[in-house]
């Protein structure tokens, strides 16, 4: 069993930085893929970026890449979602998950309850 607490979202100007943060419990967290997902008003919840096991591979969205970058920490439980540059389209909750596939999000068991983040213009 993993759980999930998402934080870090705000209210900041297109341009701005935001890191999110995901702090799991679970002693089996070093065996979970790590991904953020996003999901808009009135959109599906898409992939935004994914952290292998052993941190070794990292896997991104094509609209950001080069602009977010997902790292953990297995020592402190963490996952960590930088992301830079921010513009309005980005706004959405942003949600926390632990699975063992990659870019779906039906390969993902554990979701956090999501953070918001809102870029104004």
């Known amino acids: 069993q993993v759980q999930l607490v998402e934080s870090g979202g705000g209210l900041v100007q297109a341009g701005d930085s935001l890191r999110l943060s995901c702090a799991a419990s679970g002693r089996t967290f070093g065996g979970y893929v790590m991904a953020w997902f996003r999901q808009a008003p009135g959109k599906e919840r898409e992939f935004v970026a994914g952290i292998s096991g052993s941190g070794s591979s990292r896997y991104y969205a094509d609209f950001v890449k080069g602009l977010f970058t997902i790292s953990r920490d297995s020592a402190r439980n963490m996952v960590y979602l930088q992301m830079n540059r921010l513009k309005p389209e980005d706004t959405a909750v942003y949600y926390c998950?632990?699975?063992?596939?990659?870019?779906?999000?039906?390969?993902?068991?554990?979701w956090g309850q999501g953070t918001q983040v809102t870029v104004s213009s």
């Open positions: 998950a632990a699975g063992l596939g990659i870019f779906a999000s039906s390969s993902y068991t554990y």
